[in-house]
């Protein structure tokens, strides 16, 4: 697969599984609102990672993080109902907290001027 077609794909994975987490997971720890920043995914789509973002506190994340956990396989059928011509192989979802730190950093930077 070429590049470009890889990064188009790659991008058509991360809109639907926005839409998947956002409308169809009915899990009631995942109740926040789950950012994608992005995706990596192995060139055969064997494994793809997730990052995901949150702005909620510390135990909320590690509920959001065990609900999407356990709704993996889901996920993973949906996807591959959405997309039909890619056979897709693990979803690894992974928190990322920069969103998070750059709200900290700037409430530090306010506290430190004023």
């Not at 973002?53 to 959001?64: R, T, W």
């Not at 997309?83 to 928190?95: A, D, S, T, V």
Request: proline share 2%; net charge positive; aromatic share 6%.
């Amino acid at each position: 697969m070429d590049d470009l077609r890889f990064l188009k794909v790659n991008s058509l994975i991360k809109q639907e599984l926005s839409n998947i987490i956002q409308n169809e997971i009915s899990d009631p720890r995942v109740n926040t609102m789950v950012t994608i920043q992005k995706i990596k995914s192995s060139k055969d789509f064997s494994l793809i990672k997730i990052y995901v973002s949150l702005l909620c506190d510390d135990n909320e994340i590690k509920s959001v993080y065990k609900g999407l956990k356990s709704s993996e396989g889901y996920v993973r059928k949906l996807l591959q109902l959405a997309i039909k011509n890619i056979r897709f192989g693990k979803l690894l979802f992974q928190i990322d907290s920069t969103p998070k730190n750059v709200l900290d950093m700037s409430k530090l930077l306010d506290s430190i001027n004023n």
